[in-house]
C-alpha cells in the first residue's frame, strides 16, 4: 500500500482551502468539506463509545464495523460522485436495529440522554450522527449524493439511540425518562 501520508503539515490549507481525494480544492467552510467533518466527528464519537468498558460482547464488532463504514462514508464525501455505501451496508443496520430492540420495552415517554457513561456517549453519538446525517441532506441539496448514505445515516442514529437504551438499562438498571409534569 506504500506510504498514503508521508508529509503531514503542507500549508496548502492556508488559504482557507482544502484537497478533496480527487484533486480538486474546495473551501474549508464547502457543504461537502461540512459532511466530511460531521462524518468524522461521528466516527470519533463512535470510538469513544468503543473505549467505554462492559459493552455488550455483540456490540464492539458492530460498532468497529460501522466505523469502517464511516470512513468508506468519509471517502465517498472526499470523491465527487463516488458511491462506496451500498444498501447491503443499510440493511445490516436494520438487522442491528431488529437485534438490539428486540428485547425493549415500548417507549411511553422521550427517553434524556445519560443512564450511564456508555449510555451517554451512545447518545452523544446519536446526535452527532443527526448533524452529519443533516449536513449530508445539505450537501445533497447543491449536489449529487448517493441515497444509500443518506438512509445510512438516518437508520444509524436510530440503531444509536436503541443502543443507548440498552447501555442505560445495563449500566443504571433504567432509562432516564423525561417528565412532562415536574414541580419547579
Same mark, same amino acid.
Given at each position: 500500500? /506504500?506510504? *498514503?501520508?508521508?508529509?503531514?503539515?503542507?500549508?496548502?490549507?492556508?488559504?482557507?482551502? =482544502? /484537497?478533496?481525494?480527487? /484533486?480538486?480544492?474546495?473551501?474549508?467552510?464547502?457543504?461537502?468539506?461540512?459532511?466530511?467533518?460531521?462524518?468524522?466527528?461521528?466516527?470519533?464519537?463512535?470510538?469513544?463509545?468503543?473505549?467505554?468498558?462492559?459493552? #455488550?460482547?455483540?456490540?464492539? #464488532?458492530?460498532?468497529?464495523?460501522?466505523?469502517?463504514?464511516?470512513?468508506?462514508?468519509?471517502?465517498?464525501?472526499?470523491?465527487?460522485?463516488?458511491?462506496?455505501?451500498?444498501?447491503?451496508?443499510?440493511? +445490516?443496520?436494520?438487522?442491528?436495529?431488529?437485534?438490539?430492540?428486540?428485547?425493549?420495552? #415500548?417507549?411511553?415517554?422521550?427517553?434524556?440522554?445519560?443512564?450511564?457513561?456508555?449510555?451517554?456517549?451512545?447518545?452523544?453519538?446519536?446526535?452527532?450522527?443527526?448533524?452529519?446525517?443533516?449536513?449530508?441532506?445539505?450537501?445533497? *441539496?447543491?449536489?449529487?449524493?448517493?441515497?444509500?448514505?443518506?438512509?445510512?445515516?438516518?437508520?444509524?442514529?436510530?440503531?444509536?439511540?436503541?443502543? +443507548?437504551?440498552?447501555?442505560?438499562?445495563?449500566?443504571?438498571?433504567?432509562?432516564?425518562?423525561?417528565? *412532562?409534569? *415536574?414541580? =419547579?
Amino acid at each position: 500500500m /506504500g506510504n *498514503r501520508l508521508s508529509k503531514i503539515v503542507t500549508r496548502t490549507g492556508d488559504d482557507g482551502s =482544502t /484537497g478533496l481525494a480527487d /484533486g480538486s480544492r474546495v473551501p474549508k467552510e464547502s457543504a461537502r468539506i461540512e459532511a466530511c467533518g460531521a462524518v468524522d466527528e461521528l466516527n470519533s464519537s463512535i470510538g469513544v463509545l468503543l473505549a467505554q468498558a462492559n459493552l #455488550p460482547e455483540a456490540l464492539s #464488532p458492530q460498532l468497529l464495523e460501522i466505523q469502517h463504514d464511516l470512513f468508506d462514508l468519509g471517502g465517498e464525501l472526499a470523491i465527487p460522485g463516488s458511491v462506496v455505501i451500498r444498501a447491503q451496508q443499510v440493511e +445490516a443496520i436494520e438487522a442491528w436495529v431488529e437485534q438490539w430492540n428486540a428485547g425493549l420495552p #415500548p417507549l411511553r415517554e422521550f427517553v434524556l440522554p445519560g443512564g450511564g457513561a456508555a449510555a451517554a456517549h451512545c447518545h452523544m453519538a446519536r446526535s452527532i450522527c443527526r448533524r452529519a446525517e443533516r449536513r449530508c441532506w445539505a450537501l445533497s *441539496r447543491a449536489e449529487a449524493l448517493s441515497p444509500h448514505a443518506l438512509r445510512y445515516l438516518n437508520r444509524l442514529s436510530d440503531l444509536l439511540f436503541i443502543i +443507548a437504551r440498552v447501555l442505560a438499562r445495563r449500566e443504571t438498571g433504567s432509562e432516564v425518562m423525561w417528565r *412532562r409534569e *415536574r414541580g =419547579t
